[in-house]
């Protein structure tokens, strides 16, 4: 539960939990909404902004490390699956962009085929999206197609 801080006396009193769960699932939306959309889309390279440090390529990385961390921080909330509430809408929304997003990533003809062999760092972002698979198995694996089951076992095993 968060605390508050009282202007006047320097007191701390607790939070709304809502506003408190309100406002992570903002920061969530913030961060999932561009790399799962773009991803889902099949635009995630051409319009993700790459960060690097002087004399580093992480062209080829990015875009797995993005979807890997993400989904494994998204995976537990996901996986509480979907109810009548605003917010369990919301997680039905993310688990089907997020299977979409995952669909993209794995399928060898999409401009978003995501690097899971060059260099060593895609090892460490497999694990994270592979970690993600097995927090949340009913919100993100079971509801993939066939097809995109085969690519994604495929992509993780060649990494």
Known sequence: MAMAASPASGEHRAAPVS????????VMRRLADPVLTNL???TLKAR???EEAAGANRTTVTHLEALGRLLAGMAPWLELGADATPEGQARA???TLARRAIAQAVDSASPDFLNFTRDRQPL????FLGQALLRAPRALRDGLDERT??????ALEST
């Open 40 to 42: 889902a889309n099949g």
């Open 48 to 50: 993700m902004p790459v």
């Open 124 to 127: 460490v972002d497999a694990a």
């Open 19 to 26: 506003a408190d769960r309100d406002y992570w699932i903002g």
């Open 149 to 154: 089951k085969r690519n994604l076992i495929a």
């Open 93 to 95: 929304n993310y688990a």
